[in-house]
């Protein structure tokens, strides 16, 4: 991250935690936009994102401009003292855009163009594109450089959403000059992508191609390569767009709303995080509580633990499940509060007023088709009193834990690329089960980039660290080195950053370090289960686990004939390092985990009656520490007796209580 600036507002301004929406009034009539401001000063609200898609209001023709429409609305929400998060409206051209340059249209690995009429068409390397697009971030920035509403800018719009992986002859040239910089010379590139394989190998930068569909397998290291250049794409786009804005108006912090959540895994937030004042993140409820947890805790990660803004999440239903089922009673509030307690410093939705038209109108928002007379918007209402209580947590850092689970994007790509032992693994989901099972155990738990400094831990998870590039090697060694307890499971340390295996045996960059060999991995079929000594299954994986260093324990073991040792754990002066080399899932993690945290010196912070039933995260800063209590399920909790800032300590279902310690 550039240093971290948070929202630019009137000098005197006091901390709070802020509230508010994607607005979008260009869907609707004047007059709606009066009782706009009216129910919006009544929840609370003192920010929204405005103009996200709204290029083709904003440009209708080629050089013809209309901005009498912005500047109505932008006096208004300042009139109303309500601060303007503006967008750069470069999420979805114009159709007259795409008429006119049809190269702009991004292409699918297997050569379709995806046409105009939904939204963010457009392929981030396109220097038709990037052209037009930079016009109006500049027409923008110049137009409102010194208006006193814009509180921040917006870059375009969840970068990459629909468009991240684009295969085009403009894509093509980008990734060959992405690989150039990278490898310096094709050889470089025929040895890090491994083409002595299958006559792969280029003769120069000139014959590479984005791994569209082929006849076979791809390349690895392509695909990884890819992968990564696609990232980079869409950073290199918020970086040219940011640079205008740091020119125009130096004195607004930029921002990009993240998409941490779910499976979506499309840019490497910790890398993009770098380019931005602070981090925004977009969050939708896809799986359960603790996905929402954990997609929080990542986002603290990537924030380095300062504040963050919730750029978007539902009050209730979303229209791209399935099935859409509204929020249950609570649930608004809880899980924007889950957010606060991870780190969150603005809590907003999508979208403030629920659109009667587009694909988008049965998806929920803060008022509903129903109108303010509505228990959703009273919802609304008592959130916005709820944030005010918590002004005093404002500006605070989500206060480091003791055990961390480290998340890598690079492991992510590269442990689920094809062409692979099992299609079964799940990187993210092994890392939400250590979270679900750590959390359960009543600690408290980051999620940290792999270049986070490790020092301040007692225990550090890797699951799944399948990429270990040796200066990250080094650091985990000298992490337990240095007395920490490190935990890694199957299929990590297996490659460097080219894709290529650690050779010797598994799990390779972490043999030595855990005093482990593995001559052959043994996936599970889909339904299968192998027991262990200590009454747990495994799924998915397991490994002919030998012994190689003294100062080896064996703590549980398969009942297995061809198989031995399961779950190991090494001694190395102070610290340990533990290997588990099957998925255990949370229930048999849930056996696994109390052990660790003690022979980790880390003790539960939440008495035992508490444990598996209540979220414990910590805010500090100015005004002292505050204790976040979420509950995670369907039952009256009682807390211990203390100063409450929000609830108290009879903790209703999904409700939060926050005390200061
Ligand atoms: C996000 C997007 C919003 C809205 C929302 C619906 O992806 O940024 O504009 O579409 O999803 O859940």
New binding site residues.
């Given amino acids: 991250m550039q240093t971290h600036r948070w929202l630019r507002t009137p000098e005197g301004t006091a901390p709070r935690i802020s509230y508010g929406a994607?607005y979008n009034p260009d869907q609707w009539p004047r007059e709606v936009w009066d009782e706009d401001v009216r129910l919006m000063k009544e929840a609370g609200v003192d920010v929204v994102s405005i103009a996200?898609f709204s290029w083709a209001k904003l440009q209708p023709a080629p050089g013809e401009w209309d901005f009498a429409w912005l500047d109505d609305v932008i006096d208004l929400l300042h009139e109303s003292g309500i601060g303007v998060d503006l967008a750069t409206a470069t999420a979805s051209p114009p159709p007259w855009l795409t008429i006119a340059h049809p190269e702009v249209l991004p292409v699918t690995a297997d050569g379709t163009v995806l046409s105009q009429g939904g939204r963010q068409h457009w392929r981030p390397t396109s220097p038709v594109f990037r052209r037009y697009a930079l016009e109006l971030v500049t027409k923008l920035a110049e137009r409102y450089a010194d208006h006193p509403a814009i509180v921040a800018w917006h870059v375009n719009?969840?970068l990459g959403?629909h468009n991240a992986y684009d295969y085009s002859d403009d894509a093509a040239r980008a990734f060959r000059a992405w690989l150039a910089e990278r490898y310096g010379t094709v050889d470089g590139l025929n040895d890090a992508w491994g083409t002595a394989f299958w006559a792969q190998r280029y003769g120069s930068f000139d014959e590479v191609l984005p791994p569209r569909v082929a006849a076979s397998f791809p390349n690895p290291t392509q695909q990884l390569d890819f992968l990564r250049f696609s990232s980079d794409a869409l950073t290199d786009h918020l970086v040219a767009e940011r640079e205008i804005l740091n020119r125009i108006t130096p004195d607004v912090p930029v921002t990009t709303?993240f998409m941490i959540v779910g499976d979506t895994r499309h840019a490497d937030y910790a890398k993009m995080a770098r380019e931005i004042d602070f981090v925004s993140n977009?969050h939708?409820v896809t799986v359960d509580r603790d996905e929402l947890a954990f997609s929080a805790a990542i986002t603290s990660g990537v924030a380095r633990h300062r504040p963050w803004f919730l750029m978007?999440h539902?009050t209730s239903a979303?229209n791209?499940q399935p099935v859409n089922r509204p929020k249950r009673q609570g649930e608004l509030a809880r899980d924007s509060l889950t957010h606060v307690a991870h780190g969150a410093d603005a809590v907003c939705f999508?979208q403030w007023r629920q659109s009667a038209a587009g694909a988008?109108k049965y998806?929920s928002a803060m008022v509903p088709h129903a109108g303010e007379d509505s228990r959703l918007f009273r919802d609304v209402v008592a959130l916005g009193s709820a944030l005010r209580r918590l002004d005093a947590v404002a500006g605070s850092d989500r206060a480091q834990a003791e055990v961390a689970i480290l998340f890598d994007w690079e492991s992510w790509w590269g442990a689920e690329l094809d062409s692979h032992p099992t299609e079964l693994l799940r990187y993210r989901r092994e890392a939400l089960e250590w979270w679900t099972a750590l959390t359960d155990a009543g600690v408290r738990v980051d999620v940290v980039p792999a270049d986070a400094d490790l020092a301040g831990y007692r225990l550090v998870v890797a699951p799944v660290l399948y990429s270990v590039p040796a200066p990250l090697r080094e650091a985990l060694e000298a992490f337990v080195a240095g007395g920490g307890h490190l935990v890694a499971t199957y299929f990590s340390g297996i490659v460097d950053e080219n894709d290529h295996v650690w050779l010797g045996g598994y799990p390779g960059a972490l043999r030595e370090l855990l005093g482990v060999r593995v001559e052959e991995f043994r996936p599970l079929w889909k339904d299968e289960k192998v027991a262990l000594s200590n009454g747990a299954a495994g799924t998915i994986w397991s490994e002919p686990v030998d012994v190689t260093a003294d100062g080896v324990e064996v703590l549980a073991s398969y009942e297995h004939e061809e198989l031995g040792a399961a779950v190991t754990r090494r001694t190395v002066g102070d610290g340990s390092a533990t290997y588990v080399s099957t998925r255990l899932g949370t229930d048999g993690l849930a056996a696994l985990v109390p052990d660790v945290l003690a022979h980790a010196g880390v003790h539960p912070e939440l008495p035992e009656a508490l444990r598996g039933r209540v979220e414990l995260v910590s805010r500090t800063g100015a005004n002292g520490r505050f204790d976040f209590y979420i509950n995670r399920g369907d039952d009256e909790v009682r807390l211990p007796e203390g100063d409450y800032l929000l609830g108290g300590a009879a903790l209703p279902p999904r409700g939060v209580a926050v005390a200061r310690r």
């Fill in positions: 994607d996200i719009n969840e959403c709303n977009d939708y978007e539902s979303v791209w999508f988008e998806h």
